[in-house]
C-alpha cells in the first residue's frame, strides 16, 4: 500500500465504528417529523383553549364588577320613610318596588356591553291599623347582569334584603 493511500483509508475510517452502524433514513425523519407536528397541533389547540378561557374569566369578572357597583350604590340609598317608596332609577332613584321583571338597563363596562336588571321587591309591610300602614319595612333586591355578547356563563345575581326600622310592635 502506498503512502496517499494508507493516508486516505485513515482518514475514511472512524474510530469505533462499525459498517452496519447507519443514520437516519428519510422515512424516519419523516415519521419524527409528523409526530413532532401533532404534538404541535395539540399544544395550539390548548393555546387557543386557554386565550377563550381568560377572555371568558375577563367577562364574568367585569360582569360581577358591575353587579357590585350597581348593589353599592343602591346600599347607600337609606331605607327611610323618604325613600322607601320612591321609584327605581339609576343614579338618582329610590327603593321602591319594582315590577316583577325588574327594571332593564344597557351598560357598558371596559368597552364590553351588559344587560343590568334590577329588581326590589317588597317582603314586609306596616299592618293594617298601625300607623303608615302598607308601607313596607322589609325589602329585596335583586341585580342581575348578563354580557350582550354571549358567553359561557349566563348570568351574574347578586342580592341583599334592606330592613327600615318601625316603631312599634307587630
Known sequence: MDLVSKYTSRQNAHPGSDASQRGFTLLEAAIALVVLMVIGLGVASLFTYAVQANMNADDRELAMATAQMRMEWLRTIPFTTQTRS???S????????????GVT????NAG?????????EDLSVVPVGKPDAGAPTLKRIRVSVTPAGG????????????????????
Open 151 to 170: 358567553t359561557v356563563f349566563d348570568t351574574i345575581t347578586v342580592t341583599t334584603q334592606r330592613s327600615t326600622q318601625v316603631v312599634g310592635v307587630y
Open 90 to 101: 339609576f343614579p338618582n332613584g329610590g327603593l321602591g318596588a319594582t315590577v316583577a321583571e
Open 112 to 120: 364590553r356591553p351588559y344587560t343590568v336588571v334590577t329588581v326590589i
Open 105 to 108: 338597563e344597557p351598560v357598558t
Open 86 to 88: 320612591v321609584g327605581y
